[in-house]
């Protein structure tokens, strides 16, 4: 029995939860068989603990630099003996050791990261090719690509703020509340991890609040941003209805609604700050005059109020960014979890568990009974049933949506059938690899697409390991080497981003010299010609038929001149054969094709004439 599988259309906008995404990027830092990246993560971690151990030891030896030069430490202990001079420069050794194990520990880990981030990248992006054209042609490509590029950057920012901005700070708030406690009492503890945790938490929920204000911003940005470029796009139609006056309203009018999210936006911001001052500021002179009491009454050094005062300030500073982090990090989780739905959308068309490569003896071709449809409640197909003989040149020709196209898309592979079997050599297209299925195949379509690269780069695309001899012969063969060779660049002529610096027909040409330079023994022709010139078509045809020899091809054909002498015309209307037969079997029928031949040949004619 044959597979048959199904793709939810919104399988791939799902995201996953925060933790979920958190467990999805874990392998990547932690992997299996790969035992330098792990030393390189201990050494990291071992890095950020010294650089931290440090860090809370900075402010204790301030302190014994204050109580040296007051007077009041006692002239015994591990560094007292240094002097107020030498426990100056312990304190900035100290400083500088802190910035140098953090430093130290970006370096060991960076390698990390960006292999991390590789590798989700080349995942997503293969996962994507590996998707189905169904897929593909109801998402936009433009949305892909950011998914990318947002899902990568959130990567990025994850493992830099989480592992080195967001632990640490947990990890040095506690070390600080546990020296408060062990040295000072812990009623200091106390109102530090109080102050810390009003802090937080009045942080996380007014940021909460101004995500939602930011939001609004951007989308009345985005608004306006939409309405000046479609009004700049439209600047012709714009003048002929004398609308300037009118357009400057419409694009005003966005503009306000986003000054009044943007007031929203910045007032949020000096509510934030001032909250958060507040809140520091008064757990800072709590502790602060706890401290001066135990000066005053002589439990305490100056230099432990001054070391009280350092800690406070140390924490403080990064504190200052946690609603920026915070808020990036929940960005950063949701366009990770919108990566990893992508990653989690299966691919409609797999290969067999058992699927052996190709084996392409003779390019025999047979459709036997296949049916299939787009969607469940529209069957495209009914029951084709046609047979290509090795070496045989068989036309598809109808009216639009007959199903010529979906005919050649089947047997390439990008839907798999409803009904029915399609075998090359007797061997049922699903059950062989899709790689050796591609390699055995060849397709011209009617809208060919380049990429934004040279002509040399499109054209050796068919196959990358062409010399550059066999690449001008293919285009010889097309009809566009002397075009080439006539640009100042030649074959390094950049066409641009989908061909748009060519014309039609020479995108066509260049799109059948790619294919002539593949060489497959089996040919689809999707209207291959048809953005050409009569002259230029005939010439291309002669290439086409020396191309077609010898292998399986079916041509998709809208101008039935091009396919009078196939060895067989099928007929299609509505997803079924209606004629089949040679073309002066077809014309002696006086049937659907006779018709379509009458239609062209008067048609022809008449352009002729004018």
């Known amino acids: 029995m044959r597979r048959s599988t199904a793709t939810s259309s919104d399988a791939g906008d799902g995201s996953a939860s925060g933790w979920q995404t958190m467990r999805r990027v874990m392998p990547y830092l932690w992997p299996d068989g790969q035992p330098w990246v792990k030393r390189r993560v201990i050494l990291a971690l071992v890095l950020l603990l010294a650089a931290k151990l440090v860090s809370v030891t900075t402010p204790w030896i301030y302190k014994l630099a204050v ?17 107020a001079v030498g426990l100056t420069v312990a304190y900035g050794l100290a400083r500088l050791g802190t910035v140098m194990f953090g430093e130290m520990r970006d370096a060991v880990f960076v390698r990390v990261g960006q292999r991390a981030i590789r590798r989700l990248a080349i995942e997503t992006f293969t996962h994507i090719h590996q998707l189905s054209l169904r897929y593909h042609i109801t998402r936009k490509t433009g949305g892909l690509s950011r998914v990318i590029e947002r899902g990568v950057k959130g990567v990025d920012f994850l493992l830099r703020f989480m592992l ?3 632990g640490p700070l947990i990890l040095e708030l506690t070390m600080v509340s546990v020296i408060f406690a062990l040295v000072f009492g812990w009623a200091y503890a106390a ?50 209805f004398n609308a300037e006056a009118r357009e400057a ?11 009044t999210a943007a007031v929203k936006t910045g007032l949020s911001l000096s509510f934030l700050n001032v909250g958060q001052a507040a809140l520091i500021t008064t757990g800072l002179v709590i502790v602060m005059a706890m401290s001066a009491r135990g000066v005053q009454a002589g439990t305490l050094t100056v230099g432990d109020f001054v070391m009280v005062n350092a800690y406070m300030i140390q924490i403080t500073m990064p504190l200052n960014f946690l609603g920026t982090v915070y808020r990036e990090i929940r960005q950063a989780l949701v366009d990770m979890g919108q990566m990893f739905g992508l990653l989690a959308q299966p691919a409609e068309v797999t290969d067999a568990p058992d699927a052996k490569a190709l084996a392409v003896r003779g390019g025999e071709v047979v459709f036997d009974n296949v049916r299939f449809s787009y969607e469940p409640e529209r069957e495209i197909l009914k029951g084709i049933s ?28 990008f839907y798999d059938i409803n009904g029915g079997s399609i075998r090359i050599d007797g061997q049922d297209i699903r059950d062989v690899t899709q790689t050796s299925l591609h390699q055995s195949i060849g397709v011209v379509p009617q809208d060919t697409v380049l990429f934004n690269d040279t002509v040399y780069y499109n054209i050796a695309y068919g196959r990358p390991d062409a010399t550059r001899d066999e690449v001008e012969d293919a285009a010889s063969a097309a009809r566009i080497h002397d075009f080439v060779a006539s640009l ?12 748009l610096k060519l014309s039609g027909g020479e995108k066509q040409r260049v799109g059948i010299a790619r294919t002539l330079l593949k060489n497959p023994p089996i040919l689809i022709l999707d209207e291959a010609t048809s953005a050409l010139d009569t002259q230029t078509e005939r010439s291309i045809q002669d290439s086409l038929r020396e191309m077609g020899e010898g292998r399986s091809v079916i041509t998709i054909a809208h101008r039935l001149s091009t396919i009078a002498d196939a060895d067989q015309i099928i007929v299609l209307e509505a997803g079924r054969i209606v004629e089949q037969g040679r073309h002066e079997e077809l014309l002696a029928r006086k049937g659907r094709y006779a018709a379509m031949w009458e239609r062209q040949s008067s048609e022809e004619e008449a352009e002729v004439a004018a």
């Open 164 to 166: 080195f901005s967001i």
């Open 67 to 83: 109580d040296n030069l007051a007077g009041e430490a006692p002239d015994t202990g591990m560094l007292m003996g240094l002097g």
């Open 191 to 240: 109102v530090v991890i109080v102050t810390i945790t009003l802090y937080v938490a009045f942080t996380f929920k007014v940021t909460e609040w101004r995500v939602k204000l930011r939001r609004e911003m951007n989308d009345q940005d985005t608004d306006a941003n939409q309405k000046a470029i479609d009004s700049l796009l439209n600047f012709e139609t714009v003048k002929y």
């Open 386 to 413: 046609f047979r290509v003989g090795p070496g045989q040149r068989i036309a598809l020709v109808g009216s639009s949506g007959s199903g010529k196209s979906t005919i050649g898309r089947l047997l390439f592979r």
């Open 249 to 259: 309203g419409r694009y005003d009018g966005a503009m306000q609604q986003y000054e």
């Open 488 to 499: 100042p660049e030649g074959y390094e002529t950049k066409v641009g981003e989908r061909g």
